[in-house]
């Protein structure tokens, strides 16, 4: 389990908008690592784990775009049933929230990378990190 930044992107909803973020991140040499896209009426927030968040910021900040800088951890896992379900157990009986989190595994892989945003960083890497399982 790490620490890293998260970038939140605020978008127009409109066709292409994803293609040129990821263009010019591609174009900067800067991996996606993560992201999770929602919409509302007339915007769309981009959230985003990359290789280097500080270029990705200066970059996006350049273009004009309104950005936010989270915290957010990420937790490479077992994919496989209840893995999930003993993490938010976890932090739940350490009263840790998970304010939101998002992930995604190829049926096929046997780990996977968990992105999530809780209420105490500290104390929820202790809790996990102290698992002996």
């Not at 509302?40 to 273009?63: G, K």
Request: charged fraction near 20%; aromatic fraction near 4%.
């Amino acid at each position: 389990m790490e620490l890293a930044t998260q970038l939140a992107l605020f978008l127009d909803n409109k066709p292409g908008t994803l293609a040129r973020v990821c263009q010019a991140l591609a174009d900067a040499k800067i991996n996606i690592l993560a992201f999770s896209m929602s919409d509302t009426v007339d915007h769309t927030v981009l959230r985003m784990v990359v290789s280097d968040p500080r270029r990705a910021l200066a970059l996006f900040e350049e273009r004009g775009a309104l950005v936010v800088e989270n915290e957010v951890l990420l937790l490479s896992g077992d994919n496989k049933p209840g893995s999930l379900a003993k993490i938010a157990s976890q932090l739940a009986d350490g009263g840790v929230n998970i304010e939101y989190a998002y992930s995604a595994t190829s049926p096929q892989a046997r780990h996977g990378l968990l992105v999530m945003r809780v209420s105490n960083y500290k104390k929820a890497m202790k809790l996990v990190n102290s698992d002996p399982t």
